[in-house]
């Protein structure tokens, strides 16, 4: 299970909050798991398939 602790704040127009909000409750999702979903595909496009390998065991040795 992912430690969700970190909180990001962004500034976005009102009306596409709006419109981002419905369009997740049509999907029946949080506008959060959305976001998370849009980040975990970014970094696979960005690390590949393994990403979560990287990612999980340099912060398991950054713990250390």
Do not use: H
């Not at 999907?27 to 798991?33: A, G, R």
């Amino acid at each position: 299970m992912e430690n969700r602790t970190a909180r990001l704040t962004l500034l976005i127009d009102p009306k596409k909050k709006t419109t981002f909000e419905k369009l997740c409750n049509s999907d029946d999702v949080t506008p959060s798991q959305m976001v998370r979903k849009l980040i975990r595909d970014y970094i696979e496009e960005k690390l590949g398939e393994n990403w979560r390998d990287e990612v999980f065991i340099e912060k398991n040795k950054s713990n250390k």
